[in-house]
Nanobody, 114 residues
Framework: QVQLVESGGGLVQAGGSLRLSCAAS????????MGWYRQAPGNQRELVAE???????DYADSVKGRVTISRDNAKNTVYLQMNSLKPEDTAVYYC????????WGQGTQVTVSS
């Protein structure tokens, strides 16, 4: 079992930045992959970024060049640095962990105003 708690969401103007954090209840060193997904009203949940145990990253085309995912194994925390935010980035952002099972956080709201 892995509990995930997100923080860092909020309201920001277009062009601004936010850093989301996801704190895990256990060591993330051995977790196969951790990622961030988002879901806007009326849309399906979609992958934003993912980082594997060996540090390999993957990004959605819509956020490439604006978003960076990173992990701090010592703090059991994964971060999502988002820059040059756009109104279409508005969504609930969920932390995800894939190990023996798949685990989700409760989500944090990101709202980007135009």
């Amino acid at each position: 079992q892995v509990q995930l708690v997100e923080s860092g969401g909020g309201l920001v103007q277009a062009g601004g930045s936010l850093r989301l954090s996801c704190a895990a209840s256990r060591s993330i060193f051995i977790i196969n992959a951790m990622g961030w997904y988002r879901q806007a009203p009326g849309n399906q949940r979609e992958l934003v970024a993912e980082i594997t145990r060996d540090g390999t990253t993957d990004y959605a085309d819509s956020v490439k060049g604006r978003v960076t995912i990173s992990r701090d194994n010592a703090k059991n925390t994964v971060y999502l640095q988002m820059n040059s935010l756009k109104p279409e980035d508005t969504a609930v952002y969920y932390c995800n962990a894939k190990h023996t099972g798949e685990y989700w956080g409760q989500g944090t709201q990101v709202t980007v105003s135009s």
